[in-house]
């Protein structure tokens, strides 16, 4: 299959595209190496998908990879620049789009929202708009758990309502998901949003709290604890959600009587962790206590996640990685990343 994979620089996109990859796909890779985190990260993932860093850096060029040859291109673009990117869906064959871009950060979208409205919204519009013009076979895209605000009743299943988005990046997600229904329902395009759970693992980005919280602890500096830890998240090692969204891939949703190809669903853990046991993890991966200041509650953030996985299961969706398993991988990474002893 062709696959064109947006957000192939990040955390999740450069996972998904080594998977495919290596299962012999055919992938172009396409980012806009934007500097909200440090791009050297970005540069060094591409890196190990057979692109290097010089090559990435010009806009609009379609580059081989040394590794992976003709099965992976990367092109580095901005999903706003409409022409161009309906210029690529033209020149090539895809059949399946992951998009996986967007401007993340719950907290972030507080301090500077344009640029989610921006990457989220307008990128998203002219994602769909090719996808209708070039009869795209399934588009997947990233949701969030963010959408379900403060919702009490858990686990949060995908038939419960999200009408109340408490940050800015919550409802440019879910705007994402009502966007993709119209286009659904209006040119019969097969879509599944997928509502992704506190996703950790190697390479994963430095503003995510594991990464912050092992940063701190390895240099002795003082972890900020939210909630004074009354938290819990449902973890989800990053293996668990590419797994999710390959089977997803591989079972579109279908079109039923009057009812749309469209599907919203969780990939999640299905079992959340306190924050406090989450860091006690982190503590016993690095071998240092850490020293903790308790903070109340930040806006925009809530107090608990929790993903009903029911329907992943029935695809036979498993989440198998421990939460111990899966810090200790990603310690060894952070500390082979910052050749820390």
Same mark, same amino acid.
């Given at each position: 299959?062709?696959?064109?994979?947006?957000?192939?620089?990040?955390?999740?996109?450069?996972?998904?595209?080594?998977?495919?990859?290596?299962?012999?796909?055919?992938?172009?890779?396409?980012?806009?190496?934007?500097?909200?985190?440090?791009?050297?990260?970005?540069?060094?993932?591409?890196?190990?998908?057979?692109?290097?860093?010089?090559?990435?850096?010009?806009?609009?060029?379609?580059?081989?990879?040394?590794?992976?040859?003709?099965?992976?291109?990367?092109?580095?673009?901005?999903?706003?620049?409409?022409?161009?990117? $309906? !210029?690529?869906?033209?020149?090539? #064959? /895809?059949?399946? +789009?992951? =998009?996986?871009?967007?401007?993340?950060?719950?907290?972030?979208?507080?301090?500077?929202?344009?640029?989610?409205?921006?990457?989220?919204?307008?990128?998203?519009?002219?994602?769909?708009?090719?996808?209708?013009?070039?009869?795209?076979?399934?588009?997947?895209?990233?949701?969030?758990?963010?959408?379900?605000?403060?919702?009490?009743?858990?686990?949060?299943?995908?038939?419960?309502?999200?009408?109340?988005?408490?940050?800015?990046?919550?409802?440019?997600?879910?705007?994402?998901?009502?966007?993709?229904?119209?286009?659904?329902?209006?040119?019969?395009?097969?879509?599944?949003?997928?509502?992704?759970?506190?996703?950790?693992?190697?390479?994963?980005?430095?503003?995510?709290?594991?990464?912050?919280? $092992? !940063?701190?602890?390895?240099?002795? #500096? /003082?972890?900020? +604890?939210? =909630?004074?830890?009354?938290?819990?998240?449902?973890?989800?090692?990053?293996?668990?959600?590419?797994?999710?969204?390959?089977?997803?891939?591989?079972?579109?949703?279908?079109?039923?009587?009057?009812?749309?190809?469209?599907?919203?669903?969780?990939?999640?853990?299905?079992?959340?962790?306190?924050?406090?046991?989450?860091?006690?993890?982190?503590?016993?991966?690095?071998?240092?206590?850490?020293?903790?200041?308790?903070?109340?509650?930040?806006?925009?953030?809530?107090?608990?996640?929790?993903?009903?996985?029911?329907?992943?299961?029935?695809?036979?969706?498993?989440?198998?990685?421990?939460?111990?398993?899966?810090?200790?991988?990603?310690?060894?990474?952070?500390?082979?990343?910052?050749?820390?002893?």
């Amino acid at each position: 299959m062709q696959i064109l994979v947006t957000g192939a620089a990040g955390f999740i996109g450069f996972h998904l595209c080594k998977t495919l990859l290596e299962q012999g796909h055919s992938i172009i890779g396409l980012d806009n190496i934007n500097d909200y985190y440090d791009v050297n990260l970005k540069y060094a993932r591409l890196n190990e998908l057979g692109i290097s860093k010089n090559n990435a850096k010009p806009f609009l060029k379609l580059t081989k990879s040394h590794s992976f040859g003709e099965n992976f291109h990367f092109i580095r673009m901005n999903l706003e620049d409409k022409i161009e990117l $309906a !210029k690529l869906f033209k020149n090539q #064959n /895809f059949d399946i +789009v992951c =998009n996986l871009a967007a401007q993340a950060g719950v907290r972030y979208s507080i301090e500077n929202p344009d640029v989610y409205v921006s990457s989220n919204v307008i990128g998203f519009f002219n994602i769909l708009e090719c996808c209708r013009h070039n009869k795209i076979k399934h588009l997947l895209y990233a949701s969030s758990s963010s959408v379900y605000g403060e919702n009490k009743e858990v686990p949060f299943t995908p038939q419960d309502k999200v009408d109340h988005p408490i940050s800015l990046y919550a409802a440019t997600k879910k705007s994402n998901e009502l966007m993709a229904y119209t286009y659904s329902h209006l040119y019969n395009i097969p879509t599944t949003g997928i509502r992704l759970f506190t996703v950790y693992g190697p390479w994963g980005r430095p503003d995510m709290a594991i990464y912050m919280f $092992a !940063k701190a602890i390895s240099e002795r #500096n /003082f972890i900020k +604890v939210f =909630n004074n830890g009354n938290m819990s998240r449902d973890f989800t090692y990053i293996d668990d959600i590419i797994s999710g969204i390959e089977l997803f891939m591989h079972n579109p949703p279908q079109k039923k009587d009057a009812k749309p190809a469209y599907r919203i669903s969780n990939i999640g853990n299905g079992s959340p962790q306190s924050l406090m046991n989450f860091i006690k993890s982190i503590e016993k991966s690095l071998g240092i206590d850490a020293i903790k200041e308790y903070l109340p509650m930040q806006d925009g953030d809530v107090s608990q996640t929790w993903a009903d996985l029911s329907e992943l299961e029935d695809l036979g969706y498993k989440s198998t990685t421990k939460i111990e398993e899966g810090v200790q991988k990603f310690v060894d990474w952070f500390k082979s990343y910052h050749k820390i002893e």
